[in-house]
């Protein structure tokens, strides 16, 4: 225990048993408390309450209210902007030790609370009653922010998107009076709170209340036992990873492979192909790196999972002309995957726990970062993957870990009408990722500037962002851009909403009136206000 002055020190406050710990300026954990997993954000608030129950999240949260403090809330994970760490932000909100997954046979649904990270659920999940989430690839992403987004991941082609399976959502709300209190809602259609559950179906954290706990059950499930109620990920799964060396590309063979790759998804991007529920990431490091990396997943048991795999990569290597060879170093945020050279059988949760660890650079606790990103609808035009090879191989821009990254999408996600949830791209067959990561402030300017660069480049024709139309269908909220808001950057004539959200945007404004009148819930690019 820290032996400070109170101004210094923890101030514990007991509700049931527990006790919030309120962490202040001067406290040896302060700094540990108010830095991102980004670390270009760093912020001063007043204090950092760590919570452990939903009635702690009430009181501190009414509490802030009260004193006219400007709130902020850290989930289980990590964000890309400066949604939370920022000077504005008087109060921190930390859930990360709200973390239980759990059964709840009232609603016969399980039970996630928002500060639980990815890996924790998925563990806590097939452990103990054999169901998963078609959720994210990185093991610390924090289930607050990744459900509200409308998180995907390497399942998410055959099972949807995580909140395809979200039944309800429990959130501390601040109502127009003032008061603090925490509202249920679910997907019921009789649910007087049923808005609150869809804007927690896509519509973004941080907009328009506490999350405290998810509930999740698949909307087909049937009989009584827990089991039955959620998806049932693959027992196994084949696992492949192969490297293409940067040496055996020129421009001609760098857009066959990116060409070849859309090509492969506009054909298979619907339940009905047999490779449906195929994953692939195309990993784009500059040439810097070395290589060019494809890892894939599927179910081991669709017939002939093997040879699909192998058909696959045959297609997308073959039109370019080079040899694939084993990842025998990093791509993207992946580490060496050898021995995956030939797809290999693997256990799910075996899968899950290798691919979500394997990724040294988002285990740096200096990590700095910027990141942009993309729906596509269509593959790249030729003149977007040249502008992609451009920048990938730039001399004076050498930073081995810069990556673009696509990542298989559509199929189950796109059978979902999408006026279901508030996760409006339902008709896109890739999302694309645009990303650089550093570790000192001298670099920040160089990896901000390539990023805008690249990703102004391939998307020129729009304005330099992805606007819904034919080929594009806008950005991903949980990869949040700061440049979106800025008009020089963004000169797409889409709005920041338009670009997230689409024709969703005035819904989700109206849900905020009715549920955060007072604006108390925002952040710089927060559903506003109607």
Not at 114 to 130: D, I, N, R
Not at 148 to 166: I, P
Not at 228 to 251: G, I
């Amino acid at each position: 225990m820290n032996t400070r002055s109170d101004v210094a020190g923890p101030v514990a406050e007991s509700i049931g048993g527990k006790a919030i710990t309120t962490v202040l300026p001067g406290d040896d954990r302060y700094q540990e408390l108010t830095v991102g997993h980004n670390t270009r954000w760093v912020g001063t608030p007043d204090s950092v309450k760590v919570v452990h129950t939903a009635g702690q999240v009430v009181q501190a949260v009414q509490e802030a209210v009260n004193a006219n403090k400007r709130i902020a809330v850290r989930g289980g994970g990590h964000c890309y902007a400066d949604f939370v760490f920022n000077p504005a932000v008087q109060t921190v909100i930390d859930m990360t030790q709200l973390d239980e997954v759990s059964y709840d046979p009232f609603t016969k649904s399980f039970v996630v609370e928002a500060g639980s990270t990815l890996l924790h659920t998925y563990q806590a999940l097939y452990k103990g009653w054999g169901v998963a989430l078609p959720a994210g690839l990185c093991y610390s992403v924090g289930i607050g922010g990744h459900i509200s987004g409308g998180g995907f991941g390497l399942l998410s082609r055959q099972y949807g998107v995580t909140v395809d399976h979200l039944y309800a959502v429990e959130v501390v709300t601040v109502d127009r009076h003032g008061r603090a209190r925490c509202v249920m809602a679910t997907r019921e259609k009789r649910d007087p709170n049923r808005e609150l559950w869809w804007a927690h179906t896509g519509g973004g954290g941080g907009n328009f209340g506490v999350v405290t706990r998810y509930f999740f059950r698949s909307p087909d499930a049937t009989g009584s036992a827990p089991a039955d109620q959620l998806m049932t990920p693959p027992k196994d799964v084949y696992l492949s990873a192969v490297a293409l060396p940067w040496a055996d590309f020129d421009q001609e063979k760098f857009t066959a492979l990116v060409s070849h790759y859309g090509d492969w998804h506009e054909r298979n991007s619907t339940v009905e192909s047999r490779s449906h529920g195929l994953t692939s990431l195309l990993v784009m490091n500059t040439r810097a790196d070395g290589v060019i990396g494809i890892i894939t997943q599927l179910d081991a048991s669709v017939p002939g999972a093997q040879q699909l795999i192998e058909s696959y990569l045959g297609e997308i290597t073959s039109a370019a002309g080079v040899t694939a060879r084993p990842l025998t170093q990093s791509v993207g945020e992946q580490g060496p995957l050898p021995a995956f050279f030939t797809p290999r059988k693997l256990p799910w949760l075996t899968s899950v726990r290798m691919l979500g660890t394997n990724n040294p650079e988002l285990t740096n606790p200096t990590l700095r970062s910027a990141n942009k990103s993309a729906y596509h609808r269509e593959g790249f035009t030729a003149a977007q993957a040249g502008a992609l090879y451009k920048h990938l191989t730039r001399p004076d821009f050498t930073n081995t870990v810069a990556n673009i990254m696509l990542f298989g999408y559509g199929s189950k996600v796109n059978t979902v009408p999408e006026e279901a949830t508030a996760c409006a791209q339902r008709t896109s067959i890739f999302k694309a990722l645009y990303a650089t990561q550093w570790s000192t402030p001298a670099d920040d300017a160089r990896n901000t500037a390539w990023l805008r660069e690249v990703y102004g480049e391939v998307y020129s024709a729009t304005g330099g962002y992805p606007v819904p139309n034919a080929s594009t269908d806008g950005c991903y909220v949980n990869y949040p851009d700061l440049d979106i808001t800025d008009p020089a950057q963004n000169t797409s004539g889409a709005r920041w909403s338009t670009l997230y959200y689409k024709n969703h945007y005035p819904r989700l404004q109206q849900i905020k009136k009715a549920y955060d009148p007072r604006n108390v819930f925002r952040h710089s690019q927060s559903v506003e206000l109607p």
